[in-house]
């Protein structure tokens, strides 16, 4: 049902043309332009926000001074008020003045372990607030931030990260989770499938609903599902078919690795069809 063939990043090496190469520039900067106040795609740059955010907090001191806990706690405050889009900077805001479990305080700034689960516990607030849910803990996202640590050798020219262990932190920042929704929600689709043409949609499911969450496979499933989205995102494939309120073909896909880009509410009223 998924070849990876279908999926390949060809389409990455596109062709810039002189003429719109010498007009972004004048359209970012024009004040008459009456898109300029927008804010910017979110499943764009949040991704590399949360990547940001994840490894500054790994990178805050075990034991902080007065100093640092200050800075660092300012740096996040700040932050509410400069992310490229107005719904996140308000949102934003009150995750970490308003909700008891992702407000920071004195007490996050105690330690990079504090430090550290408040951004784990603050990214999955704001993913439940999406609808989303990765399924990830704190220990995965230490086993993947941990590795970007420097781990230098001395030299007559300073330190030097060996290479063996460079590629290693590489091969780590590669890990991208793709959502995961409940065997029992894709279970209520497996007719809906077949009238699509996804004749092995139940062997699929079943195979991925016995996998253990960090084997390869399930690292290969993450994988695939990231294809199938980017894919979708680059051709301009809906989520949702228009005509019928269902997921689409390639959102079935999805579905059948256990994976959606749907909200999980729009996805239970989308049950109550059948």
Not at 5 to 12: A, I, K, L, P
Not at 96 to 119: A, C, G, P
Not at 207 to 213: A, E, G, T
Not at 254 to 259: A, D, G, I, K, P
Request: proline fraction near 3%; hydrophobic fraction near 30%; include cysteine.
């Amino acid at each position: 049902m998924l070849n990876d063939d279908n999926f390949s990043d060809g389409h990455n090496c596109i062709e810039i043309l002189d003429k719109d190469l010498k007009l972004a520039p004048i359209v970012t900067n024009d004040p008459n332009n009456v898109d300029s106040g927008n804010g910017l795609i979110t499943s764009i740059w949040g991704p590399h926000a949360w990547e940001f955010i994840h490894s500054v907090a790994f990178g805050y001191p075990i034991s902080p001074s007065e100093e640092q806990k200050k800075n660092y706690k300012d740096f996040f405050i700040k932050m509410g008020d400069i992310l490229p889009c107005g719904y996140c900077r308000t949102s934003f805001k009150q995750f970490i003045t308003e909700n008891q479990d992702t407000v920071i305080d004195d007490n996050v700034m105690k330690s990079r372990e504090n430090l550290t689960k408040w951004t784990f516990n603050l990214h999955n607030a704001i993913n439940n607030k999406l609808g989303h849910n990765y399924g990830e803990t704190y220990e995965e996202m230490c086993f993947k931030y941990e590795s970007y640590r420097a781990k230098c050798s001395k030299t007559a020219n300073g330190c030097v990260m060996p290479i063996s262990i460079k590629a290693n932190s590489y091969q780590k920042s590669d890990i991208q989770r793709a959502q995961v929704i409940p065997y029992e929600i894709c279970d209520k689709f497996r007719n809906y499938a077949v009238q699509l043409g996804l004749h092995k949609y139940s062997e699929y499911l079943d195979y991925y609903k016995n996998l253990k969450r960090n084997c390869k496979m399930w690292g290969i499933r993450d994988c695939s599902c990231r294809k199938v989205i980017k894919y979708m995102r680059k051709k301009g494939i809906n989520a949702i078919d228009e005509k019928t309120g269902l997921p689409s073909l390639y959102e079935m896909i999805l579905f059948s690795m256990m994976c959606s880009t749907i909200d999980i509410k729009k996805i239970n009223e989308m049950v109550k069809k059948f």
